[in-house]
């Protein structure tokens, strides 16, 4: 039957094809708008690393002084360098990293390429075992070239093809600024996004392309990049170095809800024993987020993004609730045609079933997915540092069909309704 019923309705649709490329138009403008925004939404609150999310953490201590102090507000969202320091080698997590963004000029060995300037981070060993990062060649740096002050660098495969044709460049001397690093590690490619890990740089523009010890860039005093916040009037030139200044990210790794608590007993019991000796005079105000709790307390996702995603779905919406006029329109005018089928025994069921069959033809699924895809590059045009990754994956594709589909059978049932509700009887004596 829905074979027959398939073939009833290409029939109909022949039979009036600007009222159906009215209604296929109305469907498709509708569900273009709404992938847009929502795919673009789908890229922004994604989750930057699933796989074990769940397992990261960022801890969040309070040195701050009592000034401004207000009962309940977030603890500060960096830590400073004598905490981070303190936090890294007390080694209460499986992993544990202390980092900060900056940047390097490269002085690559070939004289046909100029030098150029690089984004840089400067961390700790376990940031790549920690994050997931992927290796091309080699491998991240050891824990003692931390202590060691090493000149080991991590770059990236582009960096990689760039400076050194993209072999195996393990083992050569990559220039930064004036000192020569050993380049221990290529990764293949890796973006998570947004970038989680620092929220102070670009949150979903292009990564770093050097990796290198955090120890050996402050020791050569490289510049650095993000955001730093200092209290009780640190002087500029001890500002690295402050108890008093908060500029680090520090993240930690703990497999177990139960390694997680007592991770957050360790952090008030650090807390208690900075007061003990003249520091942390706010109450205790320790946070242990996951990623995801960190994004969505940093509000990520901007908001004109999802005020975007409500006013698609309005506009949608609007085009259902026109394309069930015209739908219901166009169905009561066959009257006559329900009538003589009632009358020769088909019940209202299969009424019903030929109308929403024939109200699924017009989807208008490919009309969405054209428009959603030209919504999606318009997106590419814009300043925004998320715009050139509004791209449609399979899921946001599936997403496009199911809704086109599921919007053309929402904009069938009234009419269809409608129309097995025709009294044979009647309609066939007033024709």
Sequence with gaps: ??????????????????????????????????????????????????????????????????????????????????DGMNLLQAKRADRQALMTGGGAV????????????????????DFFA??????????????ADDDAHARDVVITRSLNKKVFGGGNSVGKTLRLQSTDFRVVGVLDDWRPTPHFYDLNSA?????????????????????????????????????????????????????????????????NNYSDEQRSQGRFPRPNNVRLPTVMQWLDDQKVVPTDVRLQVWLSFGFLAVCLVNTIGLMLAKFLRR????????????????????????????????????????GLWGVRQQAADYAELAHIDPTMLLMTLLLAL?????????????????????????D
């Design 1 to 82: 039957m829905l074979r027959y019923y398939a073939w009833l309705a290409a029939r109909s649709l022949k039979r009036n094809p600007a009222l159906t490329a009215l209604m296929v138009l109305a469907i498709g403008l509708g569900i273009g708008a709404s992938i847009t925004t929502l795919t673009v939404l789908h890229i922004l609150s994604g989750d930057p690393i699933p796989e074990k999310s769940a397992r990261l953490f960022y801890p969040q201590i309070d040195p701050r002084t009592i000034n401004d102090y207000h009962p309940g507000e977030a603890p500060a969202e960096q830590v400073t360098y004598p």
């Design 106 to 125: 490269v002085l690559p060995d070939d004289a046909a390429i100029d030098p150029f300037s690089v984004d840089a981070r400067y961390t700790t060993a």
């Design 335 to 374: 009257n006559g045609e329900i009538a003589v089928r009632r009358a020769i025994g088909a019940p209202r069921r299969e009424i019903f079933a030929q109308f929403l069959v024939e109200a699924g033809a017009v989807a208008g699924a490919v009309l969405g997915l054209l428009l959603a895809l030209f």
């Design 203 to 267: 949150r979903y523009s292009d990564y770093e392309e050097v990796f290198l010890p955090l120890s050996t860039a402050m020791e050569l005093e490289f510049g650095r990049n993000g955001s730093m916040d200092c209290w009780d009037n640190t002087p500029d030139g001890d500002q690295l170095h402050s108890p008093n200044c908060s500029w680090l990210q520090f993240w930690v790794e703990l497999d177990t809800p139960e390694k997680a608590k007592a991770y957050q007993a360790f952090l």
């Design 130 to 143: 920690m994050f997931d990062a992927p290796f091309q060649y080699g491998s991240g740096w050891k824990a």
């Design 406 to 430: 599921a919007t053309a059978l929402l904009s069938g049932l009234l009419p269809a309704w409608r129309a097995c509700q025709v009294t044979p009887a009647l309609q066939l004596k007033s």
